[in-house]
Each structure stands twice: as structure tokens, then as C-alpha cells.
């Protein structure tokens, strides 16, 4: 059969293929279109435009679409393309970029006034802005404003140290082209992936050694999520009780390597709020290329990275008034020394408990659910992180309008105002949606049951507060704000629920 995709006859001889499938064999390869969690449907990444409507490609049947124009972000007229590009740019609209594509093929086709923003982003989902620059930049391109001059060196700057591995903040970044690992794979690469049993399963596409493998999709459980461990005995003022969190990047693990060499960073663009720092994909390229005598790129799909990444570990917390008290956590490499940085009186109490593999470099784990919990004990406002970075906030969820979260960040010098409000404006929605809904199925014997990207419980864009985020000046040296940020609005959301003791709160 034939697709004509961008302008292009496009001849497809497998009648099993996705339209996802199709459209990342294409050469030159087509990296605007992401897979964020094929086949689930659920994350807009892979958003194209079918006879000019959008179409999610993992779940879109490559024969259903015979003889029609496709069209993906790079097919979109040049103007049209680059006043969204250059909009989401001067919002900070994207920071890895990865899911971006996929809603700017979306807002190019839809927002006109037909559609209304809230339906167009609930096919979608984004991690890292928290939608309302999403919103911003959308009100920029119906009436562009003049740019003033900017430094890019010095966003790039802020968004490495907001993301904590090096980052790039450019048009190119909005467009999907930040350098991610899977867009980068060279022609004649071998693909593995997991085979369920602790192996690898290899094909010479990705969608051959998908089938290769023969697993079948999970789905969202109905098991009961809960915060798996009980409080440590004692009489306390202030109580909190963790579930296992899933940290819900967009980006599925990738590395590729050719022989002898050193693999492609599963990173790229992105830090994956800490995630990735030690994800098992490099290791297994490197060891398969060597095997194989050819280059292998290890690419993990959505349900694998919850069945083998690292998790937020579970806590259970019980203070005095004073602030001092227990805490109870699941044993992770690390988690003591990051308590400790910020509560060093403390008694941590590490506990093996069946469940997912859990990791201390995901965002502020251990040290922010102690700090939150020590400042709902003692009645303060202010959170102060490791580094020094100072964050407050405030919660109105009866305000008009979604509810207001007022957010003031003091993090050194600001380098780059439009990154800096872009990442506290994210950190301010995952608190949001961490204290409120986000939480994992997990069975008696560890296994994860949540296995589709909407049962994690992220909140979507028609369901996050309006955010307002003040940056207090500073001369010292640039820190990490974003963090701090992430645990003052945690704070407040948590305080605008009673401070119920037990997390997510809100459901």
C-alpha cells in the first residue's frame, strides 16, 4: 500500500505496521514523531495529521490509512511551524521537548477559535511545563508580541541546573530535536528489547523485535493502591503515609552503541526528574553490540520502564511538634544521606519491603516529604533546600477558575527568567499532582499493576490551578529553585487538604 506523508509517496509492505511504525522508518527519519508509550494511545506524542485531522499513530493501524496524506510537524508550512516553534521558545512552552511535537501538530490544526484549548491538550500529556505556558504560548501566537533579546547560553545554563543534567533551550528544542537517543540511532542498528524474563529479544526494526517478543499490553488494574508501610510507634502531632510514585517522564529509556564504544546517553535533552540517572539501558547496549559485532540500540517501551525503573520511594513519617520524630522509608541506596541533608536529628529507619526498585535521585526524594512534614509539624512557611534554595507557596483551590497556586523562589542569580518560571511552574503542577492523585498499584509480591501512562494519576491540563510564580532577587551563585519549589507547594497543597495523612490526598 501507499502513504503520501508530507508530500511524499511513502510505499509500506508491511500490512501489520502502526502508522508509528511507518512514520519512524521513514528516511530521512522523521524525529518529530515520538513514542511516548505505543500501543497505549494515552501520552499525544505521536500526534499527526490524517487528511488534516490529528490522529494518535501508535494505536492508528498503518492499513486504515491507505491512500491518505499524512502530514507530521515537519510537513506543517514553514510559517506556520516556526511562529509555534518560536512561541513555545518565548514562553518556555518546552523544556525537553519531547512531547511537544505532538501538541504542536495538534494546536496547529485545531486552536482557531473551532476548538477549545482544554479539549485539544486532554488528548495529551506533558511532564516537565505544568500546560500553563502551554496555555501562554498559545495566546502569544494568536497575537505575537515582540521578543526582546535573549541569552540563550544563559537559559541553556538555567535549564541545566533546573534539570540537573545538560540541557539545550533553542527552537530546534520546541521542534523535537533536542538529540534524544532513539532519533539518533544509526541506519543498519539492530533493536532489543526486554523479553519479560530478564533477557533481550532483537530484531532489525523496533517494530520486529516488539513482535519478536510476543509480550501482550497490560492494562490499568482495579487492585487497590496504598502507602505500603505503617507508621513507626509512637505519640505524634504530625503524621504522613507515601504510596509508591511513578516518575512519569515522557521519554522511554534508549541508548544505543556500536562496538567497543561507549553508548548514547539515555538523557539526551531531558534529566527525567532524576530517574535515569542509572537506567540499565547503556549497559545492555554496550554488552549486546559487543555480542551482536554490530551496532544494538536498547529501547525500553512505556510498561517496561514501570516494570523496570526506579520508583519515589514510600515513606512513613511521625513528628513532634518540635520536628523531631522517625522516619520510616524503603530501603534505597543514598535516601539516609538525603534526609539527613535537611534533617539531621532525625531517626531513619530503612525497611525492605517487596515493590519496584526505588531510587534517591528522583526529585527531592526522602529530603522533601521530611521537610514538608517537619514544616506542617512547627507551622512554617518556608522551605529551604540543601543548597540553600528558599521556596513558599500558597493554595487557593476555590478560586475561580481551577484554583491558584502563588508560588515566591529565591535560587541565586536568574540567568534566564523564562526557564526559571517554566521549571517552577512545572515543579508547582507535580506537587500538585503528587500530593493530590499520583500513586501505584503494587501486589504483595512487588509487582507494579499500573501499567498504562494515564493510571499513574498525573493531572491533566483542564484539571491543574492557575500558577503565579514570584522570583525573588539574588546576587549568589545560581542553585536549583525548581526543587524547592516542588516541596513548598507540596507543603500547601497538602495544608489546603487538612493535612490528611495519608498521600495522594485529593482523590
Same mark, same amino acid.
Given at each position: 500500500?501507499?502513504?503520501?506523508?508530507?508530500?511524499?509517496?511513502v510505499?509500506?509492505?508491511?500490512?501489520?505496521?502502526?502508522?508509528?511504525?511507518?512514520?519512524?522508518?521513514v528516511?530521512?527519519?522523521?524525529?518529530?514523531?515520538?513514542?511516548?508509550?505505543?500501543?497505549?494511545?494515552?501520552?499525544?506524542c505521536?500526534?499527526v495529521?490524517v487528511d488534516?485531522?490529528?490522529?494518535?499513530?501508535?494505536?492508528?493501524?498503518?492499513?486504515?490509512?491507505?491512500?491518505r496524506?499524512?502530514t507530521?510537524?515537519e510537513?506543517?508550512?514553514?510559517?506556520?511551524?516556526?511562529?509555534?516553534?518560536?512561541?513555545?521558545t518565548?514562553?518556555?512552552?518546552?523544556?525537553?521537548?519531547?512531547?511537544?511535537?505532538?501538541?504542536?501538530?495538534?494546536?496547529?490544526?485545531?486552536?482557531?477559535?473551532s476548538?477549545?484549548?482544554?479539549n485539544?491538550?486532554?488528548?495529551?500529556?506533558?511532564?516537565?511545563?505544568?500546560?500553563?505556558?502551554?496555555?501562554?504560548?498559545?495566546?502569544?501566537?494568536?497575537?505575537?508580541?515582540?521578543?526582546?533579546?535573549?541569552?540563550?547560553?544563559?537559559?541553556?545554563?538555567?535549564?541545566?541546573?533546573?534539570?540537573?543534567?545538560?540541557?539545550?533551550v533553542?527552537?530546534?528544542?520546541?521542534?523535537?530535536c533536542g538529540g534524544?537517543?532513539?532519533d539518533?540511532?544509526?541506519?543498519?542498528?539492530?533493536?532489543?528489547?526486554?523479553d519479560?524474563?530478564?533477557?533481550?529479544?532483537?530484531?532489525?526494526s523496533?517494530?520486529?523485535?516488539?513482535r519478536?517478543?510476543?509480550r501482550?499490553?497490560?492494562?490499568?488494574?482495579?487492585?487497590?493502591?496504598?502507602?505500603?508501610?505503617?507508621?513507626?510507634?509512637?505519640?505524634?502531632?504530625?503524621?504522613?503515609?507515601?504510596?509508591?510514585?511513578?516518575? &512519569?517522564?515522557? @521519554?522511554?529509556?534508549? /541508548?544505543?552503541?556500536?562496538?567497543? #564504544?561507549?553508548?548514547?546517553?539515555?538523557? +539526551? %535533552? !531531558?534529566g527525567?526528574?532524576?530517574?535515569?540517572?542509572?537506567s540499565i539501558?547503556?549497559?545492555?547496549a554496550?554488552?549486546?553490540?559487543a555480542r551482536?559485532?554490530?551496532?544494538?540500540?536498547?529501547?525500553?517501551g512505556?510498561?517496561?520502564?514501570?516494570?523496570?525503573?526506579?520508583?519515589?520511594?514510600?515513606?512513613a513519617?511521625?513528628l513532634?511538634?518540635?520536628?523531631?520524630?522517625?522516619?520510616?522509608?524503603?530501603r534505597?541506596a543514598?535516601?539516609?544521606?538525603?534526609i539527613?541533608?535537611?534533617?539531621?536529628?532525625?531517626?531513619?529507619d530503612e525497611?525492605?519491603?517487596?515493590g519496584?526498585?526505588?531510587?534517591?535521585?528522583?526529585?527531592?526524594? &526522602?529530603?522533601? @516529604?521530611?521537610?514538608v /512534614?517537619?514544616?506542617?509539624?512547627? #507551622?512554617?512557611t518556608?522551605i529551604?533546600? +540543601? %543548597? !540553600?534554595a528558599?521556596?513558599?507557596s500558597t493554595?487557593?483551590?476555590?478560586?475561580?477558575?481551577?484554583g491558584?497556586?502563588?508560588?515566591?523562589?529565591?535560587?541565586g542569580?536568574?540567568?534566564?527568567?523564562?526557564?526559571l518560571?517554566?521549571?517552577?511552574?512545572?515543579?508547582a503542577?507535580?506537587?500538585y499532582?503528587?500530593?493530590?492523585s499520583?500513586?501505584l498499584?503494587?501486589?504483595?509480591?512487588?509487582?507494579?499493576?499500573?501499567?498504562?501512562?494515564r493510571?499513574?494519576?498525573?493531572v491533566?491540563?483542564?484539571?491543574?490551578p492557575?500558577?503565579?510564580?514570584t522570583?525573588e532577587?539574588?546576587?549568589?551563585?545560581?542553585?536549583?529553585?525548581?526543587?524547592?519549589?516542588?516541596?513548598?507547594?507540596?507543603?500547601?497543597?497538602?495544608?489546603?487538604?487538612?493535612?490528611?495523612?495519608?498521600?495522594?490526598? !485529593?482523590?
Amino acid at each position: 500500500m501507499q502513504l503520501e506523508v508530507n508530500g511524499s509517496t511513502v510505499e509500506v509492505a508491511d500490512m501489520s505496521a502502526t502508522l508509528l511504525d511507518v512514520l519512524r522508518d521513514v528516511r530521512p527519519r522523521l524525529a518529530s514523531v515520538k513514542d511516548g508509550c505505543a500501543p497505549q494511545g494515552q501520552c499525544g506524542c505521536c500526534t499527526v495529521l490524517v487528511d488534516g485531522e490529528p490522529r494518535v499513530a501508535c494505536v492508528t493501524p498503518a492499513r486504515r490509512v491507505d491512500g491518505r496524506a499524512i502530514t507530521t510537524l515537519e510537513g506543517l508550512p514553514d510559517e506556520l511551524r516556526d511562529a509555534w516553534s518560536d512561541a513555545f521558545t518565548a514562553c518556555g512552552a518546552s523544556q525537553c521537548g519531547f512531547c511537544t511535537p505532538g501538541i504542536l501538530v495538534r494546536l496547529a490544526a485545531r486552536v482557531d477559535g473551532s476548538t477549545s484549548l482544554e479539549n485539544a491538550l486532554a488528548a495529551h500529556l506533558c511532564r516537565c511545563t505544568g500546560w500553563q505556558t502551554i496555555r501562554e504560548a498559545v495566546v502569544d501566537v494568536r497575537s505575537p508580541s515582540p521578543r526582546a533579546p535573549r541569552d540563550l547560553d544563559a537559559a541553556s545554563r538555567r535549564a541545566t541546573i533546573e534539570g540537573r543534567t545538560p540541557q539545550h533551550v533553542g527552537r530546534d528544542v520546541a521542534l523535537g530535536c533536542g538529540g534524544f537517543a532513539i532519533d539518533t540511532v544509526p541506519d543498519g542498528a539492530r533493536y532489543a528489547v526486554p523479553d519479560g524474563d530478564g533477557g533481550w529479544v532483537l530484531g532489525d526494526s523496533l517494530a520486529e523485535a516488539r513482535r519478536a517478543s510476543g509480550r501482550i499490553q497490560g492494562r490499568r488494574t482495579t487492585i487497590a493502591a496504598t502507602a505500603p508501610l505503617s507508621l513507626p510507634p509512637g505519640e505524634w502531632t504530625t503524621t504522613l503515609r507515601t504510596s509508591w510514585v511513578e516518575p &512519569g517522564y515522557l @521519554e522511554p529509556d534508549v /541508548a544505543w552503541c556500536e562496538p567497543g #564504544g561507549e553508548p548514547a546517553s539515555s538523557l +539526551a %535533552n !531531558g534529566g527525567a526528574f532524576g530517574a535515569k540517572q542509572h537506567s540499565i539501558v547503556g549497559d545492555a547496549a554496550r554488552l549486546l553490540a559487543a555480542r551482536e559485532a554490530r551496532t544494538v540500540a536498547v529501547v525500553l517501551g512505556r510498561e517496561d520502564t514501570v516494570r523496570l525503573g526506579p520508583k519515589r520511594p514510600p515513606m512513613a513519617i511521625g513528628l513532634r511538634a518540635d520536628g523531631s520524630g522517625v522516619v520510616r522509608v524503603a530501603r534505597t541506596a543514598g535516601i539516609a544521606d538525603a534526609i539527613r541533608a535537611v534533617a539531621p536529628g532525625l531517626v531513619v529507619d530503612e525497611v525492605d519491603i517487596a515493590g519496584p526498585p526505588t531510587s534517591a535521585d528522583i526529585r527531592g526524594a &526522602g529530603w522533601v @516529604e521530611v521537610a514538608v /512534614a517537619i514544616a506542617a509539624a512547627t #507551622g512554617a512557611t518556608q522551605i529551604t533546600a +540543601a %543548597n !540553600g534554595a528558599t521556596a513558599s507557596s500558597t493554595v487557593d483551590l476555590d478560586a475561580e477558575d481551577r484554583g491558584v497556586i502563588d508560588v515566591r523562589v529565591r535560587c541565586g542569580a536568574v540567568l534566564d527568567e523564562i526557564v526559571l518560571r517554566s521549571y517552577c511552574i512545572g515543579a508547582a503542577h507535580m506537587a500538585y499532582s503528587w500530593v493530590t492523585s499520583e500513586r501505584l498499584a503494587v501486589d504483595a509480591t512487588g509487582a507494579v499493576h499500573d501499567l498504562t501512562i494515564r493510571s499513574f494519576g498525573i493531572v491533566k491540563a483542564a484539571e491543574t490551578p492557575r500558577i503565579a510564580v514570584t522570583i525573588e532577587p539574588d546576587d549568589g551563585p545560581p542553585v536549583n529553585g525548581s526543587d524547592a519549589v516542588f516541596a513548598a507547594v507540596a507543603l500547601a497543597v497538602w495544608r489546603a487538604h487538612g493535612l490528611l495523612s495519608e498521600w495522594p490526598c !485529593g482523590r
